[in-house]
């Protein structure tokens, strides 16, 4: 199964680091990155399959969720179905 | 794969825009409970309902969580209950509301409809003790909505409905009385009542429905607003397509929930309702597309015209990304439930009368408005009788939602809390007509042929 995680917020140092790092530990792979500075506000998006995690995708909701709070940034991770469904016909 | 933008636009609407599925309703049939003794037809409503919600909320929850959509409403609707009650040897329905509270709140619902008759050509014994039974059965329970259907197209408006009901309604407000009247916020009366629509409060589970289904009410002012802001003042054929576009994408996304919440829960799915339903949260607000496309206070000259494209376009655009719509399907102009209709009630630049015209080209009708506590029932049957005729003759759904708070007067502002929002009080029409209420009787049917 397929996820988009996107990650919004002030730009600094090592959030890409940070956020692969979280995913290789639990064995997601990523697909696909694409990484942006808008206005100097962070935007990455990433598709990553999940059908190997090592936890579950609420485990790995909650984990972003810390990881979030701690480098002050927005971190989420949906199912890709809601965004092939609104921009895909 | 998907592209950067796009998925950064969804974030955004959700974010920002208010961007919510407003239900998922289940559906459920309570025919096979009726029963001879009403405490055990009671008792086979809660098994049931229980029975078949019990994993609503929970099923709700997950799909919000794993695809990041806030769902903001859970509930249940069911058969009216008249039908139901209809085989017990009591008078008294009361029970079979309690009986209802009492599953909502073992499901976890926000609330279930369905505490309705249909009596749009005449009354059974039952639909009679049933409309009795409103005002206590909303005072003893919290989370029941009553509705009942006095017209049709087909039928006509049964006049004595009416005027049973702009009763009800006051002895609702009364009952009610130490919480603004807030009772009166769960009784809908209708004309042409659809059988299949989430929303509340008027929500309930025709009798010509599946045994059980889901059914699915998206919502989005707040992201259409913001589409329009992008085409500030190119021509209305833009506004109108750029809408579309917004309903589309809106929709699709219902479209998914719904589809996954019928397959997790094993039910099958019903409609998807393409409403604009507002909120009274800023930027949430169906008030503030009207004005975005031009009119300075919803409610002025235009509004009318501008409220006609808006529920157009949603439908066109709404439309081809479902597999089934129903439900109500359009713009609702609930004023407590606006802010942008809050504000422009307060001002005083929308009345009661603007609203009625603007109910003639939009979804459902007058709904959520304070009225003075002392109007008399018989202005508020005649609201209702006028609201109905405009749905009986225009072959659309109409619906009357008044709040007529004990106590207050023009001027005053009800506080009914959360989503229902707060309402300023308007003034109705101080002549009376009561004299046409005391006729009684019915509306015939209006000609359907001779068009030319």
Same mark, same amino acid.
């Given at each position: 199964?397929?996820?988009?995680?996107?990650?919004?917020?002030?730009?600094?140092?090592?959030?890409?680091?940070?956020?692969?790092?979280?995913?290789?530990?639990?064995?997601?792979?990523?697909?696909?990155? &694409?990484?942006?500075?808008?206005?100097?506000?962070?935007?990455?998006?990433?598709?990553?399959?999940?059908?190997?995690?090592?936890? &579950?995708?609420?485990?790995?909701?909650?984990?972003?969720?810390?990881?979030?709070?701690?480098?002050?940034? &927005?971190?989420?991770?949906?199912?890709?179905?809601?965004?092939?469904?609104?921009?895909?016909? | 794969?998907?592209?950067?933008? $796009?998925?950064?636009?969804?974030?955004?609407?959700?974010?920002?825009?208010?961007?919510?599925?407003?239900?998922?309703? %289940?559906?459920? /049939?309570?025919?096979?409970?009726?029963?001879?003794?009403?405490?055990?037809?009671?008792?086979?409503?809660?098994?049931?309902?229980?029975?078949?919600?019990?994993?609503?909320?929970?099923?709700?929850?997950?799909?919000?969580?794993?695809?990041?959509?806030?769902?903001?409403?859970?509930?249940?609707?069911?058969?009216?209950?008249?039908?139901?009650?209809?085989?017990?040897?009591?008078? $008294?329905?009361?029970?079979?509301?309690?009986?209802?509270?009492?599953?909502?709140?073992?499901?976890?619902?926000?609330?279930?409809?369905?505490?309705?008759?249909?009596?749009?050509?005449?009354?059974?014994?039952?639909?009679?003790?049933?409309?009795?039974?409103?005002?206590?059965?909303?005072?003893?329970?919290?989370?029941?909505?009553? @509705?009942?259907?006095?017209? /049709?197209?087909?039928?006509?408006?049964?006049?004595?409905?009416?005027?049973?009901?702009?009763?009800?309604?006051? $002895?609702?407000?009364?009952?009610?009385?130490?919480?603004?009247?807030?009772?009166?916020?769960?009784?809908?009366?209708?004309?042409?009542?659809?059988?299949?629509?989430?929303?509340?409060?008027?929500? #309930?589970?025709?009798?010509?429905?599946?045994?059980?289904?889901?059914?699915?009410?998206?919502?989005?002012?707040?992201? *259409?607003?913001?589409?329009?802001?992008?085409?500030?003042?190119?021509?209305?054929?833009?506004?109108?397509?750029?809408?579309?576009?917004?309903? #589309?994408?809106?929709?699709?996304?219902?479209?998914? *929930?719904?589809?996954?919440?019928?397959?997790?829960?094993?039910?099958?799915?019903?409609?998807?309702?393409?409403?604009?339903?507002?909120?009274?949260?800023? !930027?949430? /607000?169906?008030?503030?597309?009207?004005?975005?496309?031009?009119?300075?206070?919803?409610?002025?000259? !235009?509004?009318?015209?501008?409220?006609?494209?808006?529920?157009?376009?949603?439908?066109?655009? !709404? *439309?081809?990304?479902?597999? /089934?719509?129903?439900?109500?399907?359009?713009?609702?102009?609930?004023?407590?439930?606006?802010?942008?209709?809050?504000?422009?009630?307060?001002?005083?630049?929308?009345?009661?009368?603007?609203?009625?015209?603007?109910?003639? *080209?939009?979804?459902?009708?007058?709904? %959520?408005?304070?009225?003075?506590?002392?109007?008399?029932?018989?202005?508020?049957?005649?609201?209702?009788?006028?609201?109905?005729?405009?749905?009986?003759?225009?072959?659309?759904?109409?619906?009357?939602?008044?709040?007529?708070?004990?106590?207050?007067?023009?001027? $005053?502002?009800?506080?009914?809390?959360?989503?229902?929002?707060?309402?300023?009080?308007?003034?109705?029409?101080?002549? @009376?007509?009561?004299?046409?209420?005391?006729?009684?009787?019915?509306?015939?049917?209006?000609?359907?042929?001779?068009?030319?």
């Amino acid at each position: 199964m397929n996820a988009i995680v996107t990650v919004l917020g002030q730009d600094k140092v090592g959030i890409i680091a940070a956020v692969c790092a979280l995913l290789a530990k639990n064995n997601v792979n990523i697909l696909d990155i &694409s990484q942006t500075i808008l206005q100097g506000a962070f935007t990455m998006v990433m598709a990553v399959d999940v059908g190997k995690a090592a936890v &579950s995708v609420d485990g790995l909701r909650e984990q972003l969720d810390v990881l979030g709070n701690e480098m002050d940034i &927005s971190i989420r991770i949906q199912r890709e179905e809601i965004f092939d469904a609104m921009h895909r016909i | 794969m998907l592209n950067h933008k $796009d998925i950064l636009s969804t974030i955004e609407m959700i974010d920002q825009q208010h961007l919510d599925i407003r239900t998922i309703t %289940m559906g459920i /049939s309570l025919l096979s409970c009726c029963d001879e003794f009403h405490q055990k037809a009671c008792m086979k409503i809660y098994e049931k309902i229980t029975r078949y919600a019990e994993k609503l909320v929970k099923t709700g929850e997950d799909i919000e969580r794993e695809f990041g959509i806030p769902i903001v409403n859970k509930r249940i609707s069911v058969t009216p209950m008249a039908l139901v009650a209809g085989a017990s040897r009591t008078k $008294d329905y009361v029970p079979f509301a309690l009986a209802l509270d009492a599953a909502a709140k073992a499901c976890g619902v926000d609330f279930i409809g369905g505490y309705s008759a249909l009596v749009q050509k005449g009354f059974t014994e039952a639909d009679e003790n049933l409309i009795r039974s409103i005002p206590e059965a909303l005072a003893r329970t919290e989370l029941v909505c009553s @509705s009942v259907n006095v017209g /049709s197209t087909r039928a006509g408006i049964n006049m004595d409905a009416v005027a049973m009901l702009g009763q009800a309604v006051k $002895d609702t407000a009364a009952a009610t009385a130490d919480r603004d009247g807030l009772g009166c916020a769960k009784l809908v009366i209708f004309c042409n009542a659809v059988e299949d629509n989430p929303f509340m409060a008027g929500a #309930f589970h025709g009798p010509g429905e599946a045994e059980r289904v889901i059914n699915v009410g998206v919502s989005g002012p707040g992201v *259409v607003h913001h589409a329009l802001q992008a085409v500030k003042g190119q021509s209305l054929d833009v506004a109108a397509e750029t809408i579309k576009k917004t309903a #589309f994408r809106v929709t699709r996304m219902g479209q998914l *929930v719904a589809q996954e919440a019928s397959r997790r829960l094993d039910t099958p799915f019903g409609i998807v309702d393409l409403s604009l339903a507002p909120t009274p949260a800023v !930027g949430d /607000s169906v008030a503030r597309i009207l004005e975005e496309l031009g009119v300075e206070v919803c409610g002025t000259h !235009g509004t009318t015209a501008a409220l006609a494209l808006l529920n157009d376009a949603v439908k066109k655009g !709404g *439309v081809m990304a479902s597999s /089934s719509v129903g439900g109500l399907s359009g713009a609702f102009i609930p004023v407590s439930e606006d802010e942008g209709m809050i504000a422009a009630a307060r001002g005083g630049t929308l009345c009661l009368d603007k609203l009625e015209a603007m109910t003639c *080209v939009c979804s459902v009708g007058l709904d %959520m408005i304070a009225v003075p506590g002392d109007t008399p029932a018989e202005t508020i049957a005649a609201i209702i009788a006028d609201e109905a005729a405009i749905g009986m003759v225009n072959n659309k759904t109409t619906a009357v939602r008044l709040l007529p708070a004990p106590g207050k007067t023009v001027g $005053d502002t009800i506080e009914l809390g959360g989503l229902l929002g707060s309402a300023p009080v308007m003034p109705v029409h101080p002549e @009376s007509a009561a004299a046409f209420i005391a006729r009684g009787g019915r509306i015939p049917a209006p000609l359907h042929s001779l068009r030319n």
